[in-house]
């Protein structure tokens, strides 16, 4: 928590409160909320109308006070600046701390110089309003140091602004050089102005400063000639002997040793020395910035010297007793040459006075005394009118360049404050008037601030009770019958005025007003303490007690005519162009030097009415020059002195406190949740709820067109009580909405990575996306290259696509494979692939055929087998063999009947031992002669043939046993059963060819070969007739074959056996 929000709490009041709250508050609210009453009660209110005792002074210092010892120098009065003299550097002027015055309203910072600079700035760039800003206070206290921050404050803000270097080097280096020729020790200041000051700061309509000019007030003249013990003339004097190289100390004369010259023999510590010198180095280098040339350089410092030799110049008595310069005097000479005047002549005008009276002039001599006057008087005309001469040489450097009707200023017043010493005199008469005047300007400019803002505010206006000092400004300058016109009638009156006279006239006149004080009406004590040559002035600040003493010669400020015609001749331009200004043929009186005072002062007032002002009061707060060190009883002094009671109480009189309602709004927005985070309608409507909410009563406050003004501070700290332990609430919402806004940042950080990580990968993936798809067209288009080109030769363009077609065609291949053996289909082929095909059909066939013959049974293979041999034998021979395919061969064709005859006749010895049976059918048998059909049966062992008679069918009869490797067999060509077995002559039993039909020709011609191995005894014959045997070869009959629809075997008429064949 920052000091300025602690500062904005009341002490008592929170102790209530916080009592209070204790039972409604966690213990955490609870520490925070004591932490801020211990640095309330440590560093006090930032602005004193929340004072609760506003009318209490010891109320004020304590604040005053608790706030310095924290370094915290500055406080507001509303819109006034109270700045305590820190003595120290305070790290309160950083460029840091400068930006945070940017822009900023009074409560948003705390309370600083440059907050002030800054408001006047806004006001003035962005308002057109015309400021100026008004420091007083006494002697040391800082005044000159805070218009130097304004200055610097004002620069930093401009800094960004084109063009404005020259400007601001020149504005800031004009300080340096009046510092040298105005400023000078005093016991209260080693620095101190001895001029009152008025700068303008000329801006153009971008708000960049363009230009400056300065008024001079009242320069302490008194001081070039004698100084109290311990202060020290005017710097420029030390600095020029400490600083000047030898070149220019030669040319000006000079010893370089101050305590040389009567006017400057208090001469500081040795330390103070180098110090000059470093100051004089500054000097000159702010004369080059302000482009005082080297020739104006040398007048000016001929001038300083020249007042410290005439300081030496020293008189003695002649015989008439009357002062007399000798003539080896090198002072006077030193003057004379330095100011180009004559020597002679110039001793003669201080050492007599040219007198015309009517109509004669005579010359009087003047005694020492006299001449001394003369002298010293010389001395302080010449260095004050080189000041006044040095500021109209400022300001025509200053001067803006180009004539701007835009143009606008802030004005800066440092001008010393109220003075009240043991022994006061013209000087502090005049000083103090110009106090007076300047607090006439102020009640009038707050007041009328005030006024004002409760019209425009729609506010009933409540008067203010406070003291208006008019009568005091009255006093002293009201025509005729003011202080002022006394004491200029007693100066130009013909005759014997003195001070006393004058010190009559005013008692005389004045004795009855109220704030006029004679020794004469004073009561018994404080006579004691009052001299007869004094009066008193009862000032707004205070009672004030002057010493008539002087106030005549000064306020004359006589330099005689001879003296002021002499300079008027001066080689140095600077003396010259000083003195020639005085009308010197002008009979009429100059201007007294009150009246010109009082002429320059309303001319100052009038300027800075036409302006909107800011106040800085400086307090000095103690008079050892001592950091750290409050005196109560000075500051209390000044804050009298200063008005600030006052100012206190007229800005309390109405309001303690007003604020526009956006800034209220926006501070304690979270105390109603009407209100709070945001609150849409206008401010003013969100002000009154929050009003309501708050409880405050109907006089407490009242709301003008835009601000609340609050009567108490103790509302408006109720106020901010509330809000400070809200605030731990909302900081944690506040945190909460940061959390969340720094993750989602966080978020949107990460996912703009992201999606910039995508990014990347959607480019590689398409790019690899495009590729693939460039490859697959390619793939494509050499694919449909390669369609086309498909059934030519390989090429490279089509060797891919016929290898794929290959593995495709292979593949497709493997699944559609015939799987019968019979199946003679195969699945068609690329055309390169057709040998390969080929080949694998045969192959595929191959194994499909081993696979079945490895399936096969033996008797299946044993049917093969005889199936192969019956094609080799009969394929294309005989006309019945196709239909012989079809059917299975069989070794046994006998019905069962039959089958038990055989098994008989095999049991029987007819039947061989080990022979073994192979096959057996029913047969037809024709006789050799006649060709009678007998039934018969056929059994054929591995060695023989058996003809058995079965027509008994009882028993078979043996009829011939034929051995197989003796026959021969013949048949026809056609589709038919004859069988014409040739039987060797040498079987005994042979009767001739045997002609037998039988039914399964080709089975059984087949089986019996099959294992006789003989095939060639078969014979087939394609001839019509075949002859047959009859019994030992003879040539018996024919057989005729023919064809015909019927099968048959008979005896034809021919008496040949007729065989008919079909087709
Ligand atoms: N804000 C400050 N920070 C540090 N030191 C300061 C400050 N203000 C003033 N001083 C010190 O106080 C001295 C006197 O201040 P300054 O010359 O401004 O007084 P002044 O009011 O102008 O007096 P005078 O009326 O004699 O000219 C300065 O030289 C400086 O050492
Ligand atoms: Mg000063």
Same mark, same amino acid.
């Given at each position: 928590?920052?000091?300025?929000?602690?500062?904005?709490? !009341?002490?008592?009041?929170?102790?209530?409160?916080?009592?209070?709250?204790?039972?409604?508050?966690?213990?955490?609210?609870?520490?925070?909320?004591?932490?801020?009453?211990?640095?309330?009660?440590?560093?006090?209110?930032?602005?004193?109308?929340?004072?609760?005792?506003? /009318?209490?002074?010891?109320?004020?210092?304590?604040?005053?006070?608790?706030?310095?010892?924290?370094?915290?120098?500055?406080?507001?009065?509303?819109?006034?600046?109270?700045?305590?003299?820190?003595?120290?550097?305070?790290?309160?002027?950083?460029?840091?701390?400068?930006?945070?015055?940017?822009?900023?309203?009074?409560?948003?910072?705390?309370?600083?110089?440059?907050?002030?600079?800054?408001?006047?700035?806004?006001?003035?760039?962005?308002?057109?309003?015309?400021?100026?800003?008004?420091?007083?206070?006494?002697?040391?206290?800082?005044?000159?140091?805070?218009?130097?921050?304004?200055?610097?404050?004002?620069?930093?803000?401009?800094?960004?602004?084109?063009?404005?270097?020259?400007?601001?080097?020149?504005?800031?280096?004009?300080?340096?050089?009046?510092?040298?020729?105005?400023?000078?020790?005093?016991?209260?200041?080693?620095?101190?102005?001895?001029?009152?000051?008025?700068?303008?700061?000329?801006?153009?309509?971008?708000?960049?400063?363009?230009?400056?000019?300065?008024?001079?007030?009242?320069?302490?003249?008194?001081?070039?000639?004698?100084?109290?013990?311990?202060?020290?003339?005017?710097?420029?004097?030390?600095?020029?002997?400490?600083?000047?190289?030898?070149?220019?100390?030669?040319?000006?004369?000079?010893?370089?040793?101050?305590?040389?010259?009567?006017?400057?023999?208090?001469?500081?510590?040795?330390?103070?020395?180098?110090?000059?010198?470093?100051?004089?180095?500054?000097?000159?280098?702010?004369?080059?910035?302000?482009?005082?040339?080297?020739?104006?350089? /040398?007048?000016?410092?001929?001038?300083?010297?020249?007042?410290?030799?005439?300081?030496?110049?020293?008189?003695?008595?002649?015989? =008439?007793?009357?002062?007399?310069?000798?003539?080896?005097?090198?002072?006077?000479?030193?003057?004379?040459?330095?100011?180009?005047? &004559?020597?002679?002549?110039?001793?003669?005008?201080?050492?007599?006075?040219?007198?015309?009276?009517?109509?004669?002039?005579?010359?009087?001599?003047? !005694?020492?005394?006299?001449?001394?006057?003369?002298?010293?008087?010389?001395?302080?005309?010449?260095?004050?009118?080189?000041?006044?001469?040095?500021?109209?040489?400022?300001?025509?450097?200053?001067?803006?360049?180009?004539?701007?009707?835009?143009?606008?200023?802030?004005?800066?017043?440092?001008?010393?404050?109220?003075?009240?010493?043991?022994?006061?005199?013209?000087?502090?008469?005049?000083?103090?008037?110009?106090?007076?005047?300047?607090?006439?300007?102020?009640?009038?400019?707050?007041?009328?601030?005030?006024?004002?803002?409760?019209?425009?505010?729609?506010?009933?206006?409540?008067?203010?009770?406070?003291?208006?000092?008019?009568?005091?400004?009255?006093?002293?300058?009201?025509?005729?019958?003011?202080?002022?016109?006394?004491?200029?009638?007693?100066?130009?009156?013909?005759?014997?005025?003195?001070?006393?006279?004058?010190?009559?006239?005013?008692?005389?006149?004045?004795?009855?007003?109220?704030?006029?004080?004679?020794?004469?009406?004073?009561?018994?004590?404080?006579?004691?303490?009052?001299?007869?040559?004094?009066?008193?002035?009862?000032?707004?600040?205070?009672?004030?007690?002057?010493?008539?003493?002087?106030?005549?010669?000064?306020?004359?400020?006589?330099?005689?005519?001879?003296?002021?015609?002499?300079?008027?001749?001066?080689?140095?331009?600077?003396?010259?162009?000083?003195?020639?200004?005085?009308?010197?043929?002008?009979?009429?009186?100059?201007?007294?030097?009150?009246?010109?005072?009082?002429?320059?002062?309303?001319?100052?007032?009038?300027?800075?009415?036409?302006?909107?002002?800011?106040?800085?009061?400086?307090? =000095?707060?103690?008079?050892?020059?001592?950091?750290?060190?409050?005196?109560?009883?000075?500051?209390?002094?000044?804050?009298?002195?200063?008005?600030?009671?006052?100012?206190?109480?007229?800005?309390?009189?109405?309001?303690?406190?007003? /604020?526009?309602?956006?800034?209220?709004?926006?501070?304690? =927005?979270?105390?109603?949740?009407?209100?709070?985070?945001?609150?849409?309608?206008?401010?003013?409507?969100?002000?009154?709820?929050?009003?309501?909410?708050?409880?405050?009563?109907?006089?407490?406050?009242?709301?003008?067109?835009?601000?609340?003004?609050?009567?108490?501070?103790?509302?408006?700290?109720?106020?901010?009580?509330?809000?400070?332990?809200?605030?731990?609430?909302?900081?944690?919402?506040?945190?909460?909405?940061?959390?969340?806004?720094?993750? /989602?940042?966080?978020?949107?950080?990460?996912?703009?990575?992201?999606?910039?990580?995508?990014?990347?990968?959607?480019?590689?993936?398409?790019?690899?996306?495009?590729?693939?798809?460039?490859?697959?067209? &390619?793939?494509?288009?050499?694919?449909?290259?390669?369609?086309?080109?498909?059934?030519?030769?390989?090429?490279?363009?089509?060797?891919?696509?016929?290898?794929?077609?290959?593995?495709?065609?292979?593949?497709?291949?493997?699944?559609?494979?015939?799987?019968?053996?019979?199946?003679?289909?195969?699945?068609?082929?690329?055309?390169?692939?057709?040998?390969?095909?080929?080949?694998?059909?045969?192959?595929?066939?191959?194994?499909?055929?081993?696979?079945?013959?490895?399936?096969?049974?033996?008797?299946? =293979?044993?049917?093969?087998?005889?199936?192969?041999?019956?094609?080799?034998?009969?394929?294309?021979?005989?006309?019945?063999?196709?239909?012989?395919?079809?059917?299975?061969?069989?070794?046994?064709?006998?019905?069962?009947?039959?089958?038990?005859?055989?098994?008989?006749?095999?049991?029987?010895?007819?039947?061989?031992?080990?022979?073994?049976?192979?096959?057996?059918?029913?047969?037809?048998?024709?006789?050799?002669?006649?060709?009678?059909?007998?039934?018969?049966?056929?059994?054929?062992?591995?060695?023989?043939?058996?003809?058995?008679?079965?027509?008994?069918?009882?028993?078979?009869?043996?009829?011939?046993?034929?051995?197989?490797?003796?026959?021969?067999?013949?048949?026809?060509?056609?589709?038919?059963?004859?069988?014409?077995?040739?039987?060797?002559?040498?079987?005994?039993? &042979?009767?001739?060819?045997?002609?037998?039909?039988?039914?399964?020709?080709?089975?059984?011609?087949?089986?019996?070969?099959?294992?006789?191995?003989?095939?060639?005894?078969?014979?087939?014959?394609?001839?019509?007739?075949?002859?047959?045997?009859?019994?030992?070869?003879?040539?018996?009959?024919?057989?005729?074959?023919?064809?015909?629809?019927?099968?048959?075997?008979?005896?034809?008429?021919?008496?040949?056996?007729?065989?008919?064949?079909?087709?």
């Amino acid at each position: 928590m920052g000091f300025s929000d602690v500062e904005s709490l !009341d002490y008592h009041w929170l102790l209530s409160r916080i009592e209070k709250q204790r039972v409604l508050r966690a213990v955490s609210v609870q520490g925070v909320m004591e932490h801020a009453l211990q640095h309330r009660e440590r560093v006090g209110v930032q602005d004193f109308v929340l004072l609760e005792d506003f /009318r209490s002074e010891a109320a004020f210092i304590d604040n005053l006070r608790k706030r310095f010892n924290e370094n915290l120098i500055y406080t507001y009065i509303g819109n006034v600046l109270i700045s305590v003299n820190p003595y120290k550097n305070l790290p309160i002027y950083t460029e840091e701390k400068t930006k945070l015055y940017y822009k900023k309203a009074f409560f948003e910072a705390p309370p600083h110089v440059f907050a002030i600079a800054d408001n006047a700035y806004r006001s003035l760039v962005y308002e057109h309003r015309e400021q100026c800003i008004l420091i007083s206070g006494e002697s040391g206290s800082g005044k000159t140091e805070a218009s130097k921050k304004v200055l610097e404050y004002i620069a930093a803000r401009t800094n960004h602004l084109r063009n404005v270097e020259t400007v601001k080097d020149k504005l800031l280096q004009s300080n340096p050089l009046l510092e040298a020729f105005g400023n000078a020790k005093t016991h209260r200041n080693d620095n101190s102005s001895r001029f009152g000051k008025y700068m303008d700061i000329q801006f153009n309509y971008e708000g960049a400063p363009e230009g400056g000019h300065i008024l001079n007030y009242l320069l302490e003249k008194s001081r070039v000639v004698s100084q109290m013990s311990g202060e020290r003339n005017f710097h420029i004097f030390y600095q020029l002997l400490a600083g000047a190289d030898q070149d220019l100390q030669r040319h000006l004369r000079l010893q370089g040793r101050p305590e040389v010259y009567k006017y400057t023999t208090d001469v500081g510590p040795m330390n103070q020395k180098m110090n000059d010198a470093q100051q004089f180095r500054i000097v000159q280098e702010a004369m080059k910035v302000i482009e005082i040339g080297e020739a104006e350089q /040398r007048d000016m410092f001929e001038i300083v010297a020249s007042v410290l030799h005439l300081g030496n110049v020293k008189f003695v008595q002649n015989d =008439k007793g009357y002062a007399e310069i000798l003539n080896h005097d090198a002072n006077s000479g030193n003057v004379a040459d330095l100011l180009r005047v &004559d020597a002679i002549k110039l001793r003669e005008s201080l050492t007599s006075r040219t007198i015309e009276a009517r109509g004669d002039v005579v010359n009087t001599p003047l !005694d020492i005394e006299q001449a001394q006057y003369a002298r010293d008087a010389l001395a302080k005309a010449i260095y004050e009118k080189h000041f006044s001469w040095l500021v109209a040489r400022l300001n025509s450097s200053l001067a803006p360049k180009e004539k701007d009707n835009w143009s606008s200023v802030i004005g800066i017043l440092d001008i010393y404050g109220f003075e009240i010493f043991p022994k006061n005199s013209f000087e502090q008469f005049c000083i103090n008037y110009c106090n007076e005047k300047l607090q006439q300007l102020f009640i009038q400019l707050t007041l009328k601030q005030e006024q004002e803002e409760y019209l425009r505010e729609g506010i009933e206006w409540e008067p203010v009770e406070y003291f208006n000092n008019i009568v005091i400004c009255d006093l002293i300058e009201a025509r005729h019958r003011g202080i002022i016109a006394i004491l200029d009638d007693e100066c130009l009156r013909p005759g014997d005025a003195t001070d006393a006279s004058f010190l009559e006239k005013l008692t005389q006149h004045l004795d009855g007003h109220k704030h006029y004080k004679s020794h004469r009406k004073m009561d018994i004590r404080t006579q004691k303490t009052m001299g007869r040559d004094e009066f008193c002035l009862v000032h707004y600040a205070g009672e004030v007690t002057y010493n008539v003493s002087t106030f005549l010669e000064k306020n004359n400020d006589l330099l005689f005519r001879d003296i002021q015609s002499l300079m008027a001749s001066s080689g140095n331009a600077i003396v010259g162009s000083c003195f020639k200004d005085l009308n010197l043929t002008s009979k009429k009186r100059p201007e007294t030097a009150i009246t010109q005072f009082k002429n320059s002062l309303n001319e100052l007032i009038k300027i800075l009415s036409s302006k909107e002002p800011s106040y800085i009061r400086c307090i =000095k707060p103690n008079d050892f020059k001592q950091p750290m060190q409050f005196d109560d009883k000075l500051v209390s002094h000044q804050v009298k002195y200063l008005g600030l009671m006052e100012n206190l109480r007229v800005r309390r009189a109405g309001f303690a406190y007003r /604020r526009t309602y956006d800034a209220f709004l926006e501070r304690y =927005k979270c105390l109603s949740s009407e209100t709070w985070p945001n609150y849409q309608g206008p401010a003013r409507m969100g002000v009154q709820k929050l009003v309501e909410v708050l409880n405050y009563d109907r006089e407490d406050y009242r709301l003008g067109n835009t601000k609340i003004f609050i009567r108490f501070p103790k509302t408006l700290f109720e106020t901010e009580d509330a809000y400070q332990i809200k605030k731990n609430d909302i900081a944690t919402i506040i945190q909460s909405r940061w959390r969340g806004y720094w993750q /989602r940042k966080q978020y949107l950080k990460m996912r703009a990575a992201a999606i910039v990580i995508q990014k990347w990968v959607r480019r590689f993936l398409a790019q690899r996306l495009r590729d693939r798809r460039r490859k697959a067209a &390619d793939v494509i288009r050499s694919f449909i290259k390669g369609f086309i080109t498909r059934n030519g030769p390989e090429t490279p363009e089509n060797r891919r696509f016929l290898g794929i077609a290959k593995v495709h065609w292979l593949k497709r291949l493997s699944t559609r494979l015939p799987t019968k053996v019979l199946d003679l289909t195969w699945p068609p082929c690329p055309a390169t692939c057709q040998e390969a095909s080929r080949e694998l059909h045969r192959l595929h066939r191959a194994h499909l055929s081993r696979k079945y013959r490895l399936a096969l049974s033996p008797q299946d =293979k044993k049917q093969f087998e005889l199936k192969v041999l019956a094609e080799k034998m009969f394929k294309g021979k005989k006309n019945s063999y196709p239909s012989s395919i079809a059917e299975r061969f069989l070794e046994d064709r006998l019905t069962s009947e039959h089958q038990v005859l055989r098994n008989t006749f095999m049991a029987s010895p007819s039947w061989p031992t080990g022979e073994q049976l192979i096959y057996s059918c029913e047969a037809v048998k024709y006789d050799r002669r006649g060709y009678k059909p007998r039934e018969r049966a056929l059994l054929a062992s591995d060695r023989a043939l058996y003809v058995l008679d079965a027509a008994a069918r009882k028993t078979y009869k043996l009829k011939h046993r034929l051995p197989l490797d003796k026959l021969r067999v013949v048949v026809t060509n056609e589709t038919d059963s004859l069988v014409l077995i040739k039987i060797p002559q040498e079987l005994k039993k &042979d009767k001739g060819d045997l002609i037998i039909s039988v039914t399964h020709l080709i089975e059984a011609l087949t089986i019996v070969t099959d294992y006789s191995k003989k095939p060639d005894i078969i014979e087939i014959v394609d001839t019509r007739t075949i002859a047959h045997n009859l019994v030992n070869g003879k040539q018996g009959g024919t057989i005729e074959v023919t064809k015909g629809t019927q099968p048959a075997i008979q005896r034809a008429k021919s008496g040949n056996l007729l065989v008919v064949a079909t087709p």
